[in-house]
């Protein structure tokens, strides 16, 4: 279903036709370094014992800004691949993506570091998202107590390695959450928690995107997608069947994965 460019709504996410290819290599003969494997994506150049694994093939949709747009489909249908395409941290085989502001992939993943307390990293997560020491100070309480992590204890003072995956998933989006983004990104995060927790980012969602900001969702609870997304792209082994209305779409999805 393509979609116009019309009337006051304003674009955030274009792509233009994605692919996404990965390439793995086989048959190490001392190349296997880091800098070697960033030199072959660059230059794009097959070698021996190199296996492709073409992940999006050729999606195109435009996000605009106040929407809440779902990603549903099958293991290994290429949902993640596509935020991290958008989110620059793949580069497309061909195709552009086009975006507006700057995405976030749930903020702060990779900036979280298991040997530093909850309380440091919140001041590293929220740094990592561009946030001035003072904001994170004055939003610090509200992080911690949406996160739920002490609840049981004070946790927050404690290494995340100690962390359960549940309690370190919570704390990664609360973190997230607590700034207003253009384009913010949520991989499984509402997965993780009790029914409280989700109902708390569910909700904290619903008001990103009053803010006037997009969110994505990826998610394998259908509840969580229809009480939160107004729209869904549907992708099936990296290509997009469906594209509209989250309850047109999820129940399309539902009647195919029935059969």
């Known amino acids: 279903m393509a979609e116009q460019l019309t009337g006051d709504r304003v674009p955030t996410v274009i792509a233009d036709d994605v692919h996404v290819v990965y390439r793995v290599y086989g048959g190490g003969t001392g190349r296997g370094s880091a800098t070697a494997a960033l030199d072959r994506i660059i230059r794009r150049r097959p070698s021996v014992g190199v296996r492709e694994v073409h992940a999006v093939k050729g999606v195109s949709f435009t996000a605009y800004r106040g929407q809440a747009i779902g990603l549903i489909g099958s293991n290994g249908s290429g949902k993640s691949t596509l935020l991290k395409a958008i989110a620059g941290l793949l580069p497309t085989e061909r195709g552009k993506v086009y975006t507006d502001g700057q995405p976030s992939l749930l903020g ?8 530093l307390t909850g309380e440091k990293n919140v001041m590293l997560g929220g740094l990592a998202m561009g946030m001035t020491r003072e904001q994170i100070r004055e939003r ?15 946790f927050i003072t404690l290494p995340m390695r100690t962390y359960s995956s549940g309690m370190a998933a919570r704390l ?3 973190i997230a959450a607590a700034k207003d983004h253009d384009v913010l990104m949520i991989d499984e995060a509402l997965a993780t928690g009790d029914r409280d927790f989700q109902k708390r980012s569910e909700a ?29 792209l549907w992708l099936e082994r990296g290509e997009l069947v469906m594209d509209g209305p989250t309850d047109e779409v999820v ?7 029935a059969r």
């Open 204 to 232: 904290r969602i619903r008001e990103l995107r009053k803010e006037a900001g997009t969110v994505f969702l990826v998610s394998h609870n259908n509840k969580s997608i229809r009480d939160t997304c107004d729209r869904v």
């Open 140 to 154: 610090y309480q509200e992080i911690v107590d949406f996160s739920g992590i002490n609840e049981k204890g004070d």
């Open 172 to 174: 990664r989006f609360s």
């Open 251 to 257: 129940r399309a999805y539902e009647k195919e994965t």
């Open 108 to 115: 702060v993943n990779a900036a979280l570091m298991n040997d």
